[in-house]
C-alpha cells in the first residue's frame, strides 16, 4: 500500500503547486491604475518591462514543473514494478484459497475481503491522483488562452507564444512514455482484470 501513497503525496503536491501557479497566470495582466488605459498598452513601456518579468516568472516556474515531474518519475519508476507484483500476489492468492479452502468460509471471506480492499483501494488512489494532475494541468493551458496577449509588445508576444507551446501538452504521470496514468487506464485494466478472473472462474 505504500506504493499508491507516494504516487499520491507526490501527484497532489505537484497539482496544489500548480493551482497556485494558474491563480498567478490568472492576474499575470492586471496592474493597479492600467484597467482604464487597455489602448494604449501594447505602448506602454512600463508595462511591457512588468509583463516580461512576469512571463518570466512564469517560463521559469512551469520549467521547475517539468523538472520536478522528472525527477518524480525516476523516483517512482522503481516502485511500479514491485506494486504490479503486489497486486498479481494479493489477486492470486485471493482466487487460490476460494477455491482450496472450502471448509473454512468465513476465513476465505475475510481474507479475500481484506486483500480485494486493499487492492482496490490503492489503485483507486493511484489513478485518480494522476488524473485531477494532469485535469489541473489542463487547466493552465486553458488559463493562458484566457489571458490578454492582445496587450502585449512583439517581444512579449514571443515569449507567451513559447509559453503556450509548451503547455500544449499536459503534465501528466507516465512510466513508460506512451501510457499515462490517468481514468483511461483505469478502465482499460479493470476490464483486462475482469476478464481474466472471469475466464480463471469459468475454467477452474
Known sequence: MAHPFQVLYVSQHLKFQMYLFNKYIEDVCFMDGKENEEENLVDDQEYQEEIKLRLKLVVRRHCEFKRSRIQCLETMGNLIIPFSVCVGVL?????????????SETIVICYNAIATFMTISGFVIMITACETLQDESENT??????TKWYDFNNENRKMFLLLLCNNIKPISIDFTGEITVNYRLGMAISKAVYTAVSIFFKYV
Request: hydrophobic letters at 60%; proline letters at 0%.
Open 91 to 103: 489477486l492470486f492468492m485471493s482466487m487460490y484459497t476460494f477455491l482450496r479452502l472450502e471448509g
Open 141 to 146: 493551458f486553458t488559463t493562458l488562452v484566457m
